[in-house]
T-cell receptor, first 116, second 115 residues
């Protein structure tokens, strides 16, 4: 149980285009989903916290207009990287916390974004 | 500001050796503590967690960790490692009650186990 999926697992796009990444909790409902960015050989950096039905809360330094987050249902959150540039190339990981109140995050497999 | 420190960035050891990875945090209130593992090319997996109770917690694959509140530490241990334990290990802290569920991660420790 407690499986989180991400789609796509990898994507290559041209500079200036937008890319949407989906995060789904497959067998539980998630009150909250989190989006992280991981650079090579580095730790996870929290980008934003996404709550179903409300606006996402972004961490300091993260551009909300560039990284659009939508949490339309209790099982789906999306991250759209708008007007992507090469410096946006990274590994994006989502996690989800069950509505049951368990203080544990379940992580997705990540999405490798490469912007040419 | 809260921070999570993992003392070793890289650890290389032989099979059957014992492993201990340090983790310290800098928050004086109540915390939930986690160790995650990321095997090469795979996603983060939970090794073990501490919420309350017995400060010595046992996780999967023979790992255990001890919460020492006075030292703000949550060190990870395994008595005898295997080649398959080669991975990156992350300590994470959830500050209660006001963190809104946000985990603070340490920088990670890359562990390489040689045959």
């Amino acid at each position: 149980g407690a499986v989180v999926s991400q789609h796509p697992s990898w994507v290559i796009c041209k500079s200036g285009t937008s890319v949407k990444i989906e995060c789904r909790s497959l067998d539980f409902q998630a009150t909250t989903m989190f989006w992280y960015r991981q650079f090579p050989k580095q730790s996870l950096m929290l980008m934003a916290t996404s709550n179903e039905g409300s606006k996402a809360t972004y961490e300091q330094g993260v551009e909300k207009d560039k990284f659009l987050i939508n949490h339309a249902s209790l099982t789906l959150s999306t991250l759209t990287v708008t007007s992507a540039h090469p410096e946006d190339s990274s590994f994006y990981i989502c996690s989800a916390t069950p509505t049951s109140g368990v203080h544990e995050q379940f992580f997705g497999p990540g999405t490798r974004l490469t912007v040419l | 500001a809260q921070s999570v420190s993992q003392h070793n960035h890289h650890v290389i050891l032989s099979e059957a050796a014992s492993l201990e990875l340090g983790c310290n945090y800098s928050y004086g209130g109540t915390v939930n503590l986690f160790w995650y593992v990321q095997y090469p090319g795979q996603h983060l997996q939970l090794l073990l967690k501490y919420f309350s109770g017995d400060p010595l917690v046992k996780g999967i694959k023979g790992f255990e960790a001890e919460f020492i509140k006075s030292k703000f530490s949550f060190n990870l241990r395994k008595p005898s490692v295997q080649w398959s334990d080669t991975a990156e290990y992350f300590c994470a802290v959830l500050r209660l009650p006001d963190s809104w569920g946000k985990l603070q991660f340490g920088a990670g420790t890359q562990v390489v186990v040689t045959p």
